[in-house]
């Protein structure tokens, strides 16, 4: 049994990525549970001086659901060849705290774009920012959706090599979240 926290890195309504997390969601092994985290969309910019007055609540949320999950699953798009400005932020955050939740925690990477490339660069710049705060971060097989826009339709992934893909991943990061535990 294994509970995944799913962080979603757009915050647009109509997000591919959003659709991607919400098919892992349903594409999980028997027995793993992914949830979404709670929302880091209201979180002020990083800023010690407002971290000495006390960590936002938002970000406590957040901490504290990394900190009880078991693994963490992260679906984002890729903005100007990086990671997303609210997502940094939100981990920024998180680096702050004493007890950081994120230190040896597994960690999955998907990405969806509308480029050729899929996200594959806001991938490698994330797992340098998770290696940074000495997470776990899970291999292969990658999960990079290209060309997103034809491969969700209806509000849902509907590309038959992508579902197969993520099925596949998510399986073996579950193996990989237990040889941690063990
Ligand atoms: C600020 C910004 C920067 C972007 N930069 C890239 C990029 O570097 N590479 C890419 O493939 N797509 C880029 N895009 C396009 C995104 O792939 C596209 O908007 C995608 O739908 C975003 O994911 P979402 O649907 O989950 O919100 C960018 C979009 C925005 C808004």
Same mark, same amino acid.
């Given at each position: 049994m294994a509970q995944v926290l799913a962080i979603c890195g757009s915050l647009r309504k109509g997000s591919f990525n959003r659709m991607l997390m919400q098919a892992s969601m349903k594409l999980a092994p028997g027995g793993t549970t992914i949830k979404e985290a709670p929302s880091f969309a209201a979180l002020p910019l990083y800023d010690f001086d407002k971290q000495s007055v006390g960590f936002p609540p938002e970000a406590d949320a957040l901490n504290a659901a990394v900190d009880a999950a078991d693994g963490v699953l992260i679906v984002s798009p890729e903005y100007n060849w990086s990671v997303p400005g609210g997502l940094k932020n939100a981990i920024d955050w998180l680096s702050r705290? *004493?007890?950081?939740?994120? *230190?040896h925690k597994p960690v999955c990477i998907q990405s969806a774009a509308v480029g050729l490339l899929g996200g594959a660069r806001m991938q490698y710049h994330l797992r340098m920012v998770l290696q940074a705060m000495e997470a776990e971060v899970f291999g292969r097989p990658e999960v990079i959706v290209t060309m997103a826009a034809s491969k969700f339709a209806d509000g849902a992934l509907k590309d038959q090599l992508t579902i197969d893909l993520v099925r596949q991943q998510l399986a073996a990061f579950v193996d990989f979240i237990e040889r941690r535990r063990r």
């Open positions: 705290y *004493k007890q950081e939740s994120f *230190k």
